[in-house]
T-cell receptor
Framework: SQTIHQWPATLVQPVGSPLSLECTVE??????LYWYRQAAGRGLQLLFY??????ISSEVPQNLSASRPQDRQFILSSKKLLLSDSGFYLC????????????FGNGTRLTVT | DQQVKQNSPSLSVQEGRISILNCDYT??????FLWYKKYPAEGPTFLIS?????DKNEDGRFTVFLNKSAKHLSLHIVPSQPGDSAVYFC?????????????FGQGTILTVHP
């Protein structure tokens, strides 16, 4: 069966520091991968999605970037964090080529101080 | 512009009764709808989905109804159990993409009292 791993679970970083969140998927090949963010009291907002290695689409212009160096690895990064980057970050995967639900990791709670 | 709206921030229901969670959407291109359940500090878990070619889909205690003319969907949970207490998100995607680019509502907090 497929599993998704996301780490760390919580992170406190000062303003201006870099960020790297990692996500890996097991048990499937060539998945679609996604980064979502949930700000306090709001729904989930799609940040980035990827349909293959090195293929990244950005949905919202911002201080963050994403990379997919391997088929089942997705990384969310920032060179300099802002206070507004605080939130709950979720990685997700779905089967490629067909309509299918997204399956989420357990998320990373990021607090920028 | 909020294309998917859950206008009730919270809902409280007695155990054993029916829970009805509502969701409205504005984008007529949406043709695939999903419900997710989320516990604190965890990622959302997929519950049930419905395609726009249907108006009802059931899975155990969960039923989703879709009213395309009203651009409205609802999730019914019967009977409700205390373990159903969580935040429920509806989500939608349009037929113009095969990617899982879901647009989510703000969520409704369901509390089921014993």
């Amino acid at each position: 069966s497929q599993t998704i791993h996301q780490w760390p679970a919580t992170l406190v970083q000062p303003v201006g520091s870099p960020l790297s969140l990692e996500c890996t998927v097991e048990g499937t090949s060539n998945p679609n991968l996604y980064w979502y963010r949930q700000a306090a009291g709001r729904g989930l907002q799609l940040l980035f999605y990827s349909v293959g290695i090195g293929q990244i689409s950005s949905e919202v212009p911002q201080n963050l970037s994403a990379s997919r160096p391997q088929d089942r690895q997705f990384i969310l990064s920032s060179k300099k964090l802002l206070l507004s980057d605080s939130g709950f970050y979720l990685c997700a995967w779905s089967l490629s080529g067909i309509r299918s639900p997204l399956h989420f990791g357990n998320g990373t709670r990021l607090t920028v101080t | 512009d909020q294309q998917v709206k859950q206008n009730s921030p919270s809902l409280s229901v007695q155990e054993g009764r029916i829970s009805i969670l509502n969701c409205d959407y504005t984008n007529s291109m949406f043709d695939y709808f999903l419900w997710y359940k989320k516990y604190p500090a965890e990622g959302p878990t997929f519950l049930i989905s419905i395609s726009s070619i249907k108006d009802k889909n059931e899975d155990g205690r969960f039923t989703v109804f879709l009213n395309k003319s009203a651009k409205h969907l609802s999730l019914h949970i019967v009977p409700s159990q205390p373990g159903d207490s969580a935040v429920y998100f509806c989500a939608a995607s349009d037929g113009g993409t095969s990617y899982g680019k879901l647009t989510f509502g703000q969520g409704t907090i369901l509390t089921v009292h014993p």
